[in-house]
Nanobody, 121 residues
Framework: QVQLVESGGGLVQAGGSLRLSCAASGSIFSVNVMGWHRQVPGKQRELVAT???????NYADSVKGRFTISRDNAKNTVYLQMNSLEPEDTGVYYC???????????????WGQGTQVTVSS
């Protein structure tokens, strides 16, 4: 079984910073792309940032220059450093990972349970 566990969410004032972490554990052979998404009530889940196994990154326009995604391949962990937070960044943040459980298996997508980020004005 594979689990993704997020941590680091919380309440912060506008202009502040938070760092989210997400660790993948279980029967894992290799991890491909890892990413962060967020969702607010009544809206679809949206992409925040992704990172490949080689460190290539992609960001939503709304977070460019403020958020930084990184990963530790040895720990199968992805991070999201969020600076200059705005009330519009409020939401539940989910991490996901495309991974192989064995060398010959197909890529499978897994999601974490989500962590709440609340930015007060």
């Amino acid at each position: 079984q594979v689990q993704l566990v997020e941590s680091g969410g919380g309440l912060v004032q506008a202009g502040g910073s938070l760092r989210l972490s997400c660790a993948a554990s279980g029967s894992i052979f290799s991890v491909n792309v890892m990413g962060w998404h967020r969702q607010v009530p009544g809206k679809q889940r949206e992409l925040v940032a992704t990172i490949t196994g080689h460190g290539g990154t992609n960001y939503a326009d709304s977070v460019k220059g403020r958020f930084t995604i990184s990963r530790d391949n040895a720990k199968n962990t992805v991070y999201l450093q969020m600076n200059s937070l705005e009330p519009e960044d409020t939401g539940v943040y989910y991490c996901n990972a495309d991974l192989r459980r064995r060398s010959f298996s197909r890529l499978e997508e897994y999601w974490g349970q989500g962590t709440q980020v609340t930015v007060s004005s």
